[in-house]
């Protein structure tokens, strides 16, 4: 472990890359930056499993680089604004996740169909629809942070996702977590059947007592401790 947040953006970027969410150079990750001058966020025009520390940079609630090189990311907003809004998060999540962008797209609802749903039991996972395009200003920025409400995940409809939590290392493992519940709803819709899902008290339960903030620190544990050895 490392207090410093540039180790902990690049390790989350290249988890996100390792499962699977990654998506040629775009999604990006950030770190609240502990002396409030803004956020520390992936460089662009890098993939996700090319981050680095050096390939991380402290950006400005107005956009400006203040420490580090590197090209950023023009949807910066997503990520100075949603910790505006939210005192109580301290890491975000943007990305492209397949599988959560074809679900959205569709128009279905999420279902917890297997564990994975269930980590959203509480607030569910809301849908940003104002636009599909980039989020490029801090007006978007604000419209996406009330989108999210007190959520831990929103759907950008046709577009990505958005997570959020605690700390970074939480915000990856439900992006993780959120992509997986919606590859195991496909499948099991793929089978036809009778699909069955649990109910909203089933669902808190299960919340409860799978996705304690032990266990998503271990998962986090286990997905950096297994990712691939940089290029
Ligand atoms: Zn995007």
Redo the contacts with the bound molecule.
């Keep these: 472990m490392t207090d410093d947040p540039r180790d902990t953006v690049a390790t989350s970027a290249r988890i996100m890359a390792a499962t699977g969410a990654g998506?040629l150079i775009?999604?990006?990750v950030s770190v609240r930056d502990p002396e409030g001058r803004g956020v520390w966020l992936k460089q662009a025009s890098y993939g996700l499993e090319e981050i680095t520390p050096e390939r991380v940079h402290l950006v400005a609630s107005g956009g400006e680089v203040l420490t580090g090189g590197g090209q950023r990311h023009s949807?910066f907003p997503?990520h100075t604004e949603v910790m505006a809004a939210r005192p109580d998060v301290g890491g975000v999540v943007?990305?492209?996740s397949r599988y959560a962008v074809a679900l959205a797209a569709a128009g279905a609802e999420l279902l917890p169909m297997s564990h994975e749903a269930n980590y959203f039991a509480e607030h569910g996972v809301p849908r940003f629809t104002e636009t599909a395009d980039?989020?490029l200003t801090r007006e978007l920025g604000r419209s996406v942070a009330a989108a999210l409400g007190d959520a831990q995940a929103l759907f950008?409809v046709n577009?990505?996702i958005v997570t959020v939590g605690p700390d970074l290392e939480t915000a990856t493992v439900a992006a993780v977590i959120l992509d997986r519940a919606c590859q195991q709803q496909l499948t099991t819709l793929g089978y036809g059947g009778t699909p069955s899902w649990s109910d909203p008290v089933e669902s808190r339960a299960k919340r409860e007592h799978i996705y304690s903030d032990e266990a998503q620190h271990q998962v986090w544990d286990y997905l950096a401790r297994n990712l691939p050895p940089l290029n």
């Design positions: 998506d775009w999604g990006h949807e997503i943007h990305v492209h980039l989020i950008l577009h990505g």
